[in-house]
């Protein structure tokens, strides 16, 4: 029986109190974005500043903040491709970490919607068989998200030389407005790949699929239940947009606006996201006609 959004919602908001757990994979994944940055800004600290510093015999602790500031544009402009290379491998492999997280957090969703209950067993399981072949899903997205820089093209040509546009912007009014046209539809075209790539992930990590696979029974599952796939897609950004909102609001409040990252960034590890997953794994299971852990059999467990 195909669930309407509002019972699957409610559903879904009751899988998730009973298996709060499934915040597991995105905390580790927040701890791996940390680590990441911090390995980051070492390896570029190694490969470019020391070498610069000791080169030049500079006393770390004398150099002005313009000194530095002309340090790190010529470290910049001299190692730019290098910085690119660098840049995209340590991408890559967060890409594959964050991988193995979303797959666990897919897998942990699955196996409480199914079974009524979870664990680390169910996330370290949906990682190891699918994080591959889900970081090859997220690639291939990030690359086609790149792509659509294409409609920004026309608009920076007909800009022309950036100095001159600066100094009078009324001389790249045509290019302006091509620019601001591309921008428009290169978040049109951002919205359309969101929402054909709505359930790709769920359906490589619930049904096992590879990346080929996975992109066509997502798109079909989408395309048979288009209308209630994109309430619940804009159900999910709304959530997303609303603690923005709220985070705009509290900061006229001066004590909770100090606090208010913090709050936001918890809320959306411990409770956002997981019941994200939850939905969206109990509608890709329920569409395609998948055993569901009801509710009847949550009051037999009591």
């Excluded at 936001?264 to 969206?280: E, H, N, T």
Aim: include cysteine; aromatic fraction near 14%; hydrophobic fraction near 55%.
């Amino acid at each position: 029986m195909l669930e309407d959004i509002g019972t699957l919602i409610s559903k879904g908001f009751g899988t998730w109190t009973k298996n709060l757990n499934i915040c597991v994979p995105f905390i580790f994944d927040m701890m791996a974005a940390i680590v990441f940055f911090i390995f980051s800004l070492f390896v570029f600290t190694v490969i470019f500043i020391v070498p610069l510093v000791s080169q030049q015999n500079i006393d770390p602790e004398s150099i002005s903040p313009e000194e530095m500031l002309s340090m790190f544009s010529n470290v910049f402009s001299e190692n730019m491709w290098l910085l690119i290379l660098v840049g995209i491998i340590i991408y890559l492999l967060y890409m594959l970490v964050q991988s193995f997280f979303a797959a666990g957090a897919i897998g942990m969703a699955r196996s409480a919607s199914q079974k009524g209950n979870t664990d680390l067993r169910d996330m370290f399981h949906a990682g190891r068989e699918n994080y591959l072949n889900l970081f090859l899903i997220k690639l291939l997205v990030s690359l086609l998200v790149l792509s659509g820089m294409v409609f920004l093209v026309p608009g920076i040509i007909s800009i022309g030389d950036i100095d001159i546009f600066l100094t009078n912007p009324d001389s790249g009014f045509v290019g302006t407005t091509i620019l601001t046209v591309g921008m428009l539809v290169w978040v049109l075209y951002l919205i359309i790949l969101s929402l054909v790539f709505f359930l790709v992930e769920y359906a490589l990590v619930i049904d096992g699929l590879d990346p080929i696979g996975a992109i066509e029974q997502g798109i079909s599952v989408f395309r048979k239940n288009m209308f209630p796939a994109f309430l619940i897609w804009f159900w999910v950004i709304i959530l997303t947009v609303a603690l923005t909102l709220i985070g705009e609001i509290i900061s006229y409040v001066d004590i909770v606006a100090q606090i208010w990252p913090f709050l936001q960034l918890v809320l959306s590890i411990i409770v956002i996201q997981p019941l994200i997953a939850v939905w969206l794994t109990r509608f890709y299971l329920n569409r395609t006609e998948k055993k569901l852990y009801s509710f009847e059999d949550y009051m037999l467990d009591y």
